[in-house]
């Protein structure tokens, strides 16, 4: 029988404090696979020495390259180098939205956003954005035409 092939060639990113699984499979081999991984796996990531997933929740951000190895039971291995990058969580970097708004008058801010992964959803949280002004659950910019004058908290 051939010796073990690893089969997958590269894994998927993830993000700090979700879940994440990466499956790794491979072929050949005598008596099933033993799945070990060298250093440089993320924090809060393991392998699963049976199935070969990657698995847990990072717990931190960064680009991570490691070295997983597929051995049967003749002692016959494969490797396989995979390099990953774990996203830091989202995290909004305005703390208030330059210039006055007034009644009556067309208001468009952006609201700015550090790490995530994929398309985020923005969304109002806490308390109420003035009367006529929308946020944008796409893009996080907050517009319109305020109707009403006031210090507002959201």
């Known amino acids: 029988m051939a010796a073990p092939d690893i089969t997958t060639t590269s894994l998927p990113n993830g993000e700090v404090g979700v879940a994440y699984s990466g499956p790794i499979n491979g072929t050949g081999g005598q008596g099933g696979l033993t799945w070990t991984v060298g250093t440089g796996l993320p924090g809060g990531l393991g392998i699963n020495s049976t199935n070969g997933t990657i698995s847990g929740t990072p717990t931190a951000s960064g ?19 995979y390099t990953i990058s774990i996203a830091a ?8 939205l330059s210039g006055s708004g007034q009644v009556g008058v067309a208001y468009s801010r952006a609201v700015n956003v550090t790490g995530g992964v994929g398309s985020l959803q923005w969304s109002i949280s806490a308390g109420n954005l003035p009367g006529g002004l929308n946020i944008n659950s796409g ?16």
């Open 139 to 154: 893009t996080g910019t907050i517009s319109g035409t305020p109707t009403a004058s006031g210090t507002f908290t959201f």
């Open 63 to 81: 680009s991570f390259t490691f070295t997983v190895t597929a051995t049967d039971g003749n002692d016959k291995s494969d490797s396989q180098q």
């Open 89 to 96: 969580q989202p995290n909004i970097t305005t703390t208030s």
